[in-house]
């Protein structure tokens, strides 16, 4: 085996055999460190799911049974009705668990999308009575096309948190910006305190909500490798911006 020259000798070949054989315990020990993390990532977060399931399940499954035995005790139908409101937020919170499980993934391929056809599918996805949805969007980007439906979520968090009711049904806007796009609605908007909380696990401003909602739009946007903020639309109502995409046009 040849040596290499220095300035001051030759190596000798015991001396490269040695550097190979660190830098191929380096490499394995770098492979080591990266699957550990992993490890510690994934269990970190079924720790986070069995946390969740305890904690938000719980409610809503003591609150069917108490009304079910104020039933059974009254026959009353306004207690059957609260069982079933019961069991459609427990139908709800699961979904957006396994949502959640399903989208928290880092984006490993994306594809071209046609971003007008995401919002239009969003939409039709997401029933919100007297409504309204603008859009003149055109262009293609690249992203998963499955979870860029995060829009649906946005739509949701709009018509969960009071869009502007008039009669011609609150509005909906959904705009290009450079670089991404906006979605806006006409609703009372969200106070600067809370602007920096509205992505945390577990945050809502509603009765009804689960808190994951704008997390799991976050995660998805975030896994993309996209940006995502809030301000305020211009008729006071909030105003999602998505930037850092990419367009053919």
Do not use: C
Not at 106 to 125: C, G, K, M, Y
Not at 135 to 156: C, I, K, P, W
């Amino acid at each position: 085996m040849l040596g290499f020259e220095t300035t001051s000798g030759t190596l000798e070949p015991f001396s490269v055999d040695l550097a190979q054989i660190l830098a191929a315990n380096v490499e394995v020990a770098l492979d080591r460190a990266e699957r550990e993390a992993r490890l510690q990532s994934q269990n970190e977060r079924l720790e986070q799911f069995a946390s969740i399931v305890s904690h938000d399940l719980r409610n809503p499954m003591s609150t069917a049974r108490g009304y079910l035995e104020a039933y059974r005790d009254s026959g009353d139908p306004a207690h059957a009705d609260e069982v079933e409101h019961a069991l459609d937020r427990m139908e709800r919170l699961t979904g957006e668990m396994l949502e959640l499980a399903r989208h928290g993934r880092i984006v490993d391929s994306v594809e071209p999308v046609d971003l007008a056809a995401v919002v239009d599918r969003a939409w039709r996805n997401v029933p919100i009575d007297d409504a309204v949805l603008k859009h003149d969007l055109e262009g293609v980007t690249y992203g998963d096309s499955e979870r860029v439906q995060a829009l649906e979520n946005l739509f949701r968090n709009a018509g969960e948190h009071g869009l502007e009711r008039t009669a011609g049904g609150g509005r909906i806007r959904v705009e290009r910006i450079p670089r991404g796009f906006a979605v806006e609605d006409d609703g009372p908007g969200i106070p600067d305190s809370r602007k920096d909380e509205v992505f945390d696990l577990g945050y809502t401003g509603s009765v009804d909500g689960t808190g994951y909602g704008l997390y799991i739009v976050e995660q998805i946007v975030t896994g993309h490798d996209w940006s995502i903020r809030v301000a305020d639309g211009e008729d006071g109502g909030a105003r999602f911006e998505i930037t850092g995409l990419e367009f053919d046009l």
